[in-house]
């Protein structure tokens, strides 16, 4: 049981949820809550397809593992190709971002679930090759170490050689106020240039980029579009419109 603290919110905290709440009608907070359930859809889908004995045990497993694992990265690319996501600031509640909503919620078994990704890593080579399908684009040679925890996965660009430390975040969304006060959704793609290190327990926000041949402390956190080159950290200017 979660201690009683932990359910508490913080005024800012508060505020956002209002904020959130105040940029949807209630029609698109059914339409939010009905993608809401695709995980459980999909798990309950494989757990059918397993128990059902319509053939072997060893298709049904295969054929669980396919519903697992490439279902989800496929239906992704086909929902980007039949609907293109810009990147930059998309309003809430707009087309465009029930759209990245949609993407999101085909990640969040692997959100909720994340051994099932640890597993992947225990193949070298694999990993990156799943990323892939998702529409990221990898490198050769990325080590990726334990605990390291992604968001639109869709949403990457990786040199080659690159090694990312231990519980590294990668984190492409932020959710944020505009000049009008108004809640919007930043998605830019986080970029990690050929043989850089990222330290361990590190945070990548939406459109950072790390220079080629960097190294990172630990424990290094980069606001949305913040560059770190040359062992120093810079903010770009006006990175969206």
Same mark, same amino acid.
């Given at each position: 049981?979660?201690?009683?603290?932990?359910? +508490?919110?913080? !005024?800012?905290?508060?505020?956002?949820?209002?904020?959130?709440?105040?940029?949807? /009608?209630?029609?698109?907070?059914?339409? $939010?809550?009905?993608?809401?359930?695709?995980?459980?859809?999909?798990? +309950?889908?494989?757990?059918?397809? &397993?128990?059902?004995?319509?053939?072997?045990?060893?298709?049904?497993?295969?054929?669980?593992?396919?519903?697992?694992?490439?279902?989800?990265?496929?239906?992704?690319?086909?929902?980007?190709?039949? /609907?293109?996501?810009?990147?930059?600031? &998309? !309003?809430?509640? /707009?087309?465009?971002?029930?759209?990245?909503?949609?993407?999101?919620?085909?990640?969040?078994?692997?959100?909720?679930?994340? $051994?099932?990704?640890?597993?992947?890593?225990?193949?070298?080579?694999?990993?990156?090759?799943?990323?892939?399908?998702?529409?990221?684009?990898?490198?050769?040679?990325?080590?990726?170490?334990?605990?390291?925890? &992604?968001?639109?996965?869709?949403?990457?660009?990786?040199?080659?050689?690159? +090694?990312?430390?231990?519980?590294?975040?990668?984190?492409?969304?932020?959710?944020?106020?505009?000049?009008?006060?108004?809640?919007?959704?930043?998605?830019?793609?986080?970029?990690?240039?050929?043989?850089?290190?990222?330290?361990?327990? /590190?945070?990548?926000?939406?459109?950072?980029?790390?220079?080629?041949?960097?190294?990172?402390?630990?424990?290094?956190?980069?606001? !949305?579009?913040?560059?770190?080159?040359?062992?120093?950290?810079?903010?770009? !200017?006006?990175?969206?419109?």
């Amino acid at each position: 049981m979660e201690p009683a603290h932990s359910t +508490v919110l913080k !005024p800012g905290e508060i505020s956002r949820a209002r904020d959130f709440a105040s940029a949807l /009608s209630p029609q698109k907070r059914l339409l $939010m809550l009905l993608i809401n359930y695709w995980p459980l859809l999909h798990l +309950v889908s494989i757990g059918v397809v &397993i128990a059902l004995p319509w053939t072997s045990w060893r298709w049904r497993i295969l054929a669980g593992l396919a519903l697992l694992y490439l279902l989800p990265p496929l239906a992704a690319r086909l929902l980007r190709f039949v /609907s293109p996501i810009c990147e930059g600031r &998309i !309003p809430v509640g /707009s087309r465009t971002y029930f759209i990245w909503w949609m993407m999101f919620n085909l990640q969040v078994v692997f959100c909720r679930l994340p $051994m099932l990704e640890e597993i992947l890593r225990l193949v070298p080579g694999l990993y990156s090759f799943w990323l892939r399908l998702w529409g990221a684009r990898i490198g050769r040679l990325t080590y990726w170490s334990a605990g390291l925890r &992604i968001l639109d996965r869709a949403f990457l660009r990786i040199g080659d050689d690159v +090694v990312f430390g231990a519980a590294v975040r990668l984190n492409p969304h932020v959710l944020a106020k505009n000049e009008n006060g108004q809640l919007e959704l930043i998605l830019a793609t986080v970029t990690v240039g050929d043989r850089a290190i990222v330290g361990g327990y /590190s945070l990548l926000t939406a459109g950072t980029e790390i220079a080629a041949d960097e190294c990172t402390k630990a424990l290094f956190v980069s606001p !949305p579009f913040g560059r770190f080159k040359d062992g120093v950290r810079i903010k770009k !200017p006006n990175p969206v419109p």
